[in-house]
């Protein structure tokens, strides 16, 4: 990311997040003589104790000196969450990736430790990701509930592509906008800490050439490390499943993600018995 597109993503970001707050509940006057929805920019800096004329060139995207404790004000008066926080700071310090990093990596590969985790998770579907949310590895019975990944080509196995180019999710998930928001959100805490690399600005902008939808959703998204989500899915073999999405960081060399699909009673109950019928206990995680 460029200092121009890095100073339009604060910009943009800026913008949502104000939008977003109720002037009653920020201690300001209603009504309907306001023309837009959320804070005015001289609001936001009375809260944050800065001058106008400075915030309104932060969020205009304008390269000025920021420091530190001054940002801390504003994301409080933002109410940012600490994930919003933390992607503010990246945004508007250069927090993020050196520009040496490598803007092309080799795809990480599955450790035996790993997998023998992701076996051991024998009824919760778990799929290991990287920093680009590229599919590394993947378990059974994530195999059982959303597709075989393994008839899909290397290469294309992004998440948040497959979220928007495979009916099979959009078919599965009761509320796919819900699922596909939490990786939204994942990938845009990515977005702010590898902001050097360039692959992300090529990604985003063919995500928006393929996807209509895609815009708008990337727009209104989120910000989160590891956002804990409860989905409902309607399976084609075993109806109903209500799954507890948990996203846990796997320290090492590359910045690996594994994200775990907790089923409560009744849905574990029915994957045994989808995996039982098909003879999938024998199996091995794919990589």
Partial sequence: MNSQTRLQVLSAFLKAQRAKLSPEVAGFPGGARRRTPGLRREEVAQLAGVSTTWYTWLEQGRDIKVSPSVLDCVATALQLTADERKYLFSLALESGLSASYP???????????????????RYCPAIISDRTCHIVGWNLAAAYVFLDFELIPREERNM?????????????AVNWEHFASGYLAMFRSYYGQYMEDEWYDHFLEEMKNRYPDFEQMWEQSQVSYAPDVHLEFRHAKAGKMVFE??????????????????????????LKKLMNERGALQEEPYS
């Fill in 103 to 121: 803007a092309k990596q080799e795809v990480p590969l599955m450790t035996p430790s790993l997998e023998k985790i992701i076996t051991e998770l």
């Fill in 160 to 172: 948040i592509e497959l979220l928007f180019s495979r009916r099979e999710f959009k078919r599965l």
């Fill in 245 to 270: 999405l948990t996203s846990l960081q796997v320290y090492g060399e590359h910045d690996l993600r594994c994200s775990i699909y907790t089923p409560n009673t009744g849905t574990e109950e029915k």
